[in-house]
């Protein structure tokens, strides 16, 4: 914490931590002398001197596609010898060369290969992370996708929202249409049985809004038999191609709206209007060399606006840090609001802000220490994360110490 303020985890789920057993919640934040003399009796199972060193939330990533076999390392030569997205995608690569080698990998193989990525986010500071599926297509690789999923919530200490995104390409030999009946026929049945009886916790709904794979029509059939089962509404739109996804989102009450580098003028009104969060994609941007989204315009009209990673095999990219950097060097935000759209916008994208996103008092205990006194480095130090994260708390315990900082960061 930095030499003004404090904050005082669990174990403590009342005034007095002694007589409570842990819950992961901030019990107080403030002057740490004021704290000191309320917690004075009490007994912790550990104390941190955060002397010199600043005490920031976790940082929430609000959208990744984690799961998933096969990179795609040879398309990024390809894009850099000039090859679009689409190209690649109506060529058969992209997602589809993704969704190929996902069914062939079994489950465990995705397990595997989603915790270390989880713990990568981990180290890089994000506690909260939201997770797609959408490299599967049919039933069997989308439903194994999400058991993947459902197995990382107990297997890493990150928090996880889960997505399904049977909706992320058309699949081959099907048409649009022909997706979009077996998707709200088929795939959202068996999930809300699953959902039902317990087995599968899936919080939203995606779908790939965009020319060429679901238009609008396809995309509000979707997301409206989504919502009915009891999904939160959190798609791609508006990336590539102007498809007034944004127009749709609003007035289907979407939670949020991810990419958004096409988006109107009428689109960012709406979203203010229904609160629906636009989840701004840096790294995608950046790689795809795309024009950048209308940050400024949308903090102005008032829409919520939020950071994501989009980790996924097209870009490659684990941390929440270097996406604030782009953010403020390529969108022109300020590192105030970087940091706001990657903690407390980012939850709410999630529909977790009553519980995640800030240090206040109440709220589950998940937090970063970082090695300076300024917290501003951790944006302003590209790539810097590393040497700067000193612990990444979750619900009040530490789950990743890096001692190494104490001797890096300054230089
Ligand atoms: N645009 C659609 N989906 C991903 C890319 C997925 C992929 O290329 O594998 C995105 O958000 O950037
Ligand atoms: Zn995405």
């Known amino acids: 914490m930095n030499q003004r303020g404090a904050q005082m985890l ?14 992961g919640c901030i019990k107080a934040v403030g002057q740490a002398d004021v704290i000191r003399n309320q917690f004075s009796g009490a007994t912790f199972e550990r104390i941190i001197d955060c002397s010199g060193k600043c005490v920031l939330p976790g940082l929430v990533d609000a959208h990744t596609h984690p799961v998933w076999a096969g990179d795609r390392v040879h398309e990024f030569a390809m894009k850099l010898a000039g090859a679009s997205y689409m190209e690649i995608h109506q060529a058969g690569g992209g997602i589809h060369f993704t969704v190929e080698h996902t069914r062939k990998a079994t489950e465990d193989e995705l397990s595997r290969a989603l915790q270390q990525r989880l713990e990568r986010m981990l180290r890089a500071g994000s506690t909260l992370v939201e997770c797609k599926s959408g490299y599967g297509l049919d039933l069997e690789t989308e439903l194994k996708m999400l058991r993947v999923i459902e197995r990382a919530r107990t297997s890493v200490d990150i928090g996880i929202s889960s997505t399904y995104c049977g909706a992320h390409a058309v699949p081959r030999g099907k048409t649009a249409t022909e997706a979009t009946d077996d998707i709200i026929n088929n795939h959202l049945p068996k999930l809300k049985e699953l959902k ?16 060429g794979v679901f238009d609008l029509e396809s995309t509000r059939r979707i997301l409206e038999a989504g919502k009915e089962i009891g999904l939160q509404i959190n798609f791609h739109g508006d990336e590539l191609h102007p498809m007034k996804s944004a127009e749709l989102g609003a007035e289907l009450g979407a939670r949020a709206i991810s990419h958004l580098e096409e988006v109107s003028d009428e689109g960012i009104v709406a979203m203010a209007r229904a ?10 941007a950046y790689m795809l060399r795309l024009k950048q989204p209308q940050a400024r315009k949308m903090l102005e009209e008032g829409v919520i606006v939020a950071l994501g990673s989009d980790f996924n095999p097209n870009a490659y990219c684990f941390s929440m840090p270097m996406v604030m950097h782009l953010a403020c060097v390529n969108m022109k935000m300020s590192m105030n609001e970087a940091l706001a759209a990657a903690t407390i916008n980012a939850a709410y994208a999630l529909g977790k802000s009553d519980t995640h996103g800030s240090l206040e008092v109440g709220k589950q205990g998940d937090l970063l220490i970082i090695n300076s006194s300024r917290w501003e480095h951790l944006i302003y130090q590209f790539g810097g994360h590393e040497a700067l994260i000193n612990y990444v708390i979750v619900k009040g315990k530490v789950i990743y110490e890096n001692k190494r900082c104490e001797t890096m960061s300054s230089y």
């Open 196 to 211: 039902l009886s317990g087995e599968m916790h899936v919080n939203n709904i995606d779908v790939f809004c965009e020319k």
């Open 10 to 23: 669990s174990p403590c789920p009342g005034p007095n931590p002694a007589q409570h057993p842990g819950d």
């Open 275 to 284: 609160n629906c969060a636009a989840v701004l994609l840096p790294t995608t």
